[in-house]
């Protein structure tokens, strides 16, 4: 098992709990120790660690029956003081709560760039909204707020265009209608360039 951080929990681990149900007993000992840092909220399309810095949006899988319980689907890891968060301790390596420029200076190129208002863009823009990797078959995105990354996301790397198309839906139809939706704006622009052609 990985060495722990102040977030109590390392993103190996949150990305080991990508897919699986949150009563599997892995993701519930995964979950008790974050509540180490503070109060663990499941709710029924979210799971919220304020206190260790990451959340987790569920979802069925596309091939799931109605009644089948939810996977975690895409893993949220936030900056210091943003939606209340602390910040999370162990990013995916070579990612860090820096500066867009600094990302892009350490990794390779995104294999996505997006700007509300105008879609996929050259990686060379300015004032990109958010860049998209694609890391040991997981999907990273980096999204900005005047230049410096305020949240990362992790999701499984869809198989294709198609099924990414239908998975963003469903993951913005769940956000819209959910209690929380400032989180809608985080789900979207990825969801809005692949509905458009």
Same mark, same amino acid.
């Given at each position: 098992m990985a060495k722990g951080?102040?977030?109590?929990v390392t993103f190996a681990e949150l990305r080991a709990l990508l897919g699986r149900p949150t009563t599997e007993p892995v993701f519930v000992a995964v979950m008790e120790r974050a509540s180490a840092l503070g109060k663990v909220v499941y709710k029924p399309d979210?799971?919220?660690?304020?206190?260790?810095?990451?959340?987790?949006?569920?979802?069925?899988p596309d091939?799931?029956?109605?009644?089948a319980?939810?996977?975690a689907e895409t893993l949220f890891m936030f900056r210091d003081g943003r939606d209340k968060h602390r910040q999370f301790g162990d990013p995916?390596?070579?990612?860090?709560?820096?500066t867009r420029g600094e990302l892009l200076a350490k990794l390779p190129a995104p294999v996505e760039s997006w700007k509300v208002g105008k879609g996929k863009v050259p990686?060379?823009?300015k004032d990109v909204d958010h860049?998209?990797?694609?890391?040991?078959?997981?999907?990273?995105?980096?999204?900005?707020?005047?230049?410096?990354?305020?949240?990362?996301? %992790? @999701?499984? &790397? *869809?198989?294709?265009? %198609? @099924?990414? &198309? *239908?998975?963003?839906?469903?993951?913005i139809h769940r956000c819209e209608s959910s209690p929380i939706r400032k989180r809608a704006r985080r789900c979207s622009p990825a969801w809005a360039s692949s509905t458009s052609t």
């Open positions: 951080t102040k977030s109590g979210f799971v919220i660690a304020k206190g260790a810095g990451f959340d987790f949006a569920l979802g069925r091939d799931a029956k109605r009644n319980p939810k996977v995916p390596s070579g990612f860090a709560f820096t990686v060379e823009t860049d998209r990797w694609i890391v040991g078959g997981c999907d990273i995105s980096a999204s900005y707020r005047d230049g410096e990354v305020e949240h990362l996301t %992790a @999701s499984l &790397s *869809a198989s294709g265009s %198609a @099924s990414r &198309s *239908a998975a963003w839906r469903r993951r």
